[in-house]
């Protein structure tokens, strides 16, 4: 199946302020992450059947033209099995169909098959497109930088068991929610996965060294200017510290961390 990207804009929420939407196919094409409506992906949608409609995962980035080319294309609308109100108050639509890990999705110009890839989001999927085909990644990676992972949504250890799903099917190329496609995907996971490990470090690090509470923690977990984004670090810090406290690794009760 062809995969086609479109640049939507998403405002505050995305990061660089956009998010990528992907049309699968052609004669019955799939289309991904609405996230805006633009000219150029009202042109492309115009010259397909599309059939139906999914998206990674529910945050705003991804969602806000779900209700305008659903109804401009009649296309089926799917949303995550339990995660259906959520679907619903995301997007102001009510979806037409549920799937769930290992759904495939059968069109005249080939199969979708659905991952499960929790851990950005507590209903995020991705798509692989064909056998041993491209998978649309939504915010599990991204080809420069990394991906939020903050509590209460984020969970670190079911991102990670994501990042480590991907590399295992090894598939040719990753398609994200945010930026460039990664044509080097086995290497851009291992460098995510090291990445959130040498957080992990940090964050232990700093309650062994007498760092109690979240602000505590961050500012010995992160050695770099954080303006902006200081609020995501402290999520992404609590994200670590509920893995660790599963683990057994250290001691945490939501606002005070203590070394085992």
Sequence with gaps: MDVSRFTLPAGSYAPGGTTNAYLLGTDAAVLVDPAARTDELDRAVADRSVEHILVTHTHPDHVGAVRAYATQTDATVWARYGHTSRFREA???????????GTTIETA????????TAGHAPDHIALEVGPHGPICCGDVAV???????????????AYLTS????????????????????????ETLERLIDHRYRRERRVL??????ARTRTEILDDAYDK???????????TVVAHLEKL?????????????NPV
């Design 205 to 210: 690090e700093a309650v062994d060294t007498g």
């Design 143 to 157: 080809r420069e930088g990394s991906v939020v992972v903050g509590a209460p949504e984020g969970d670190m250890r």
């Design 225 to 235: 200017d954080l303006t902006g984004v200081r609020e995501l670090a402290a999520a």
């Design 91 to 101: 997007t102001g639509h009510d979806p037409d169909r549920t799937l769930s890990p």
């Design 163 to 186: 990042l480590r799903r991907l590399y295992a099917i090894d598939p040719p190329v990753l398609y994200p929610g945010h930026g460039p496609a990664i044509e080097t995907p086995r």
């Design 109 to 116: 110009d080939g199969s979708v098959r659905i991952l499960g």
């Design 245 to 257: 406290a599963v683990e057994g690794r250290l001691e945490w009760d939501g606002k005070r961390a």
